[in-house]
């Protein structure tokens, strides 16, 4: 992640739908929006902020596929090749004495796989430094909405009076 430099402007909404509602005003209106937080998720917010759709489904499909196919080598390669036994009059290659495992290392692959992806796209881990909040309200009962004042060509006060007018209930100046 990359650290926090330079003069931001936050506006500090009341209502998670007055937040909604003003990013595409704000956007319209030319201004840059650095990020939004709030303490839950905004279903449409990502669209209204111009974030593509994830591919995090994609990743955990083929954490998925990775699961079932070293299941499936493993059990196939040991029970059927390398140690054959004949179990119950089954063949030694039966797949579907395979399917409860095979399952259950799919699910296991996808969540490690889907955590460990989730770390390393959000910057997390060991020795992360993580930058200070723009507002400490921001995770309990406020939304906040932070503009980067050097990526913006509006003036400070044009910004500020934007905010206001799409429902921000405080505008204060934030340096880093």
């Not at 739908?17 to 005003?25: G, I, M, N, S």
């Not at 992360?128 to 060509?153: W, Y």
């Amino acid at each position: 992640m990359a650290e926090l430099s330079g003069k931001y402007l936050v506006g500090v909404y009341d209502d998670d739908d007055t937040v909604l509602h003003a990013v595409p005003k704000l956007r319209k209106a030319g201004v840059k929006i650095k990020e939004v937080y709030s303490p839950f998720p905004i279903h449409g917010l990502d669209e209204a902020l111009g974030h593509p759709r994830t591919r995090i489904g994609i990743a955990a499909f083929m954490f998925g596929v990775t699961g079932c196919c070293v299941a499936l080598t493993l059990m196939i390669w040991t029970m059927g090749i390398d140690w054959p036994m004949i179990v119950g009059g089954k063949d030694p290659i039966s797949i579907p004495n395979y399917i409860p495992i095979t399952f259950e290392l799919t699910v296991l692959f996808t969540a490690f796989g889907m955590v460990t992806t989730f770390f390393i796209s959000n910057g997390l881990g060991p020795g992360t430094h993580f930058h200070p909040r723009f507002d400490l309200r921001s995770t309990d009962n406020k939304f906040v909405m932070a503009i980067d004042l050097g990526r913006n060509s509006m003036s400070e006060d044009e910004i500020s009076r934007a905010l206001r007018d799409s429902g921000a209930e405080e505008v204060n100046i934030k340096q880093f």
